[in-house]
């Protein structure tokens, strides 16, 4: 009866601590599963702007849900002491992903450059990175978790790819060594 108890308890609090938007037994398809798609009344409170501005930069970012419904990741990189990028990121409990092996995005960018970026663990000090080039109309991108490289503080280490056995954490960053305006709209992300 206590374990019967303890189990109800545990399966509460997971579900309760859990992210309104994200659903990980909810499948798209049979082959899909869903990390975050955003709709005009979605809550995006799990989505988190972070600038350089954490190590004295002075670049500028906000991220909304536009009137198409989309999310909206907008600024102005700086790289004005020292700085250099602008990062938006959502993070989740932590997931088993070895059943896939690609992300596919839903975006739409401005000609720039930008990087994927993921986290096996949200504790984890690096991410995995891969580069996504944006054409200004609304692409659909499939990244090999195998070619997603670790990285911290824009150093690649030496260390495997991502491995895509677990995941907490999605993130988008723009950081090509130039100051410049930037807008990148996500519609949806998921893993294959």
Same mark, same amino acid.
């Given at each position: 009866? +206590? %374990?019967?108890?303890?189990?109800?308890?545990? =399966?509460? !609090?997971? #579900?309760?601590?859990?992210?309104?938007?994200? &659903?990980? +037994? %909810?499948?798209?398809?049979?082959?899909?599963? =869903?990390? !975050?798609? #955003?709709?005009?009344?979605?809550?995006?409170? &799990?989505?988190?702007?972070?600038?350089?501005?954490?190590?004295?930069?002075?670049?500028?970012?906000?991220?909304?849900?536009?009137?198409?419904?989309?999310?909206?990741?907008?600024?102005?990189?700086?790289?004005?002491?020292?700085?250099?990028?602008?990062?938006?990121?959502?993070?989740?409990?932590?997931?088993?992903?070895?059943?896939?092996?690609?992300?596919?995005?839903?975006?739409?960018?401005?000609?720039?450059?930008?990087?994927?970026?993921?986290?096996?663990?949200?504790?984890?000090?690096?991410?995995?990175?891969?580069?996504?080039?944006?054409?200004?109309?609304?692409?659909?991108?499939?990244?090999?978790?195998?070619?997603?490289?670790?990285?911290?503080?824009?150093?690649?280490?030496?260390?495997?790819?991502?491995?895509?056995?677990?995941?907490?954490?999605?993130?988008?960053?723009?950081?090509?060594?130039?100051?410049?305006?930037?807008?990148?709209?996500?519609?949806?992300?998921?893993?294959?």
């Amino acid at each position: 009866k +206590s %374990k019967n108890m303890r189990f109800l308890f545990i =399966l509460f !609090f997971a #579900f309760m601590s859990s992210p309104p938007d994200f &659903n990980p +037994s %909810k499948l798209v398809s049979d082959s899909e599963l =869903l990390i !975050f798609k #955003f709709k005009p009344d979605g809550d995006h409170s &799990n989505w988190l702007v972070v600038n350089d501005v954490v190590m004295g930069g002075r670049s500028s970012a906000s991220f909304h849900i536009n009137e198409a419904g989309n999310g909206e990741f907008d600024g102005k990189v700086s790289l004005e002491n020292n700085g250099g990028f602008s990062s938006v990121r959502y993070t989740f409990l932590t997931e088993p992903v070895d059943d896939y092996s690609h992300f596919v995005l839903r975006v739409k960018g401005d000609g720039k450059r930008y990087q994927f970026r993921t986290k096996a663990d949200a504790s984890d000090y690096h991410s995995y990175k891969y580069y996504i080039e944006t054409t200004g109309d609304w692409q659909t991108i499939r990244i090999p978790f195998s070619e997603m490289s670790p990285t911290f503080r824009g150093r690649k280490l030496d260390m495997p790819n991502y491995p895509g056995v677990h995941m907490s954490e999605v993130a988008f960053l723009i950081a090509n060594y130039k100051a410049e305006d930037f807008t990148l709209l996500i519609d949806k992300i998921h893993v294959e």
